[in-house]
């Protein structure tokens, strides 16, 4: 059974960072896309960006480009997501996902983790 698991979310200051892991156990993801998602209170979930785990193609939201980094760890079968210089809009709950690399559907989700920035 594939599981997803994220960590490194908390509690920052403005103009301060955080760095999110997804650790993925159940499988190996050569043939897949992680990617990392928002969801932040009264808005529609968000995709924050996403990664080809062959490859390390990567592609961000507008919102986010130039700040965040997603990247990958293949031995730890770990992505993470490094957020630089958060702002208050980007307090949400973040959420890793897998989907195959033909597919459109993110087949796989983590639990969630809170960020909170603050001012």
């Known amino acids: 059974q594939v599981q997803l698991v994220e960590s490194g979310g908390g509690l920052v200051q403005a103009g301060g960072s955080l760095r999110l892991s997804c650790a993925v156990s159940g499988r190996t993801l050569s043939r897949y896309v992680m990617g990392w998602f928002r969801r932040a209170p009264g808005k529609e979930r968000e995709l924050v960006g996403h990664i080809y785990w062959s490859g390390e193609m990567t592609s961000y939201a507008d ?8 990247s990958r760890d293949s031995a730890k079968n770990t992505a993470f997501l490094q957020m ?3 702002q208050l809009e980007d307090t949400a709950v973040y959420y890793c996902a897998a989907r195959g690399v033909l597919q459109l559907t993110w087949e796989y989700w983590g639990q969630g983790t809170q960020v909170t920035v603050s001012s």
């Open 84 to 86: 630089n210089s958060l």
């Open 63 to 70: 919102s986010v480009k130039g700040r965040f980094t997603i």
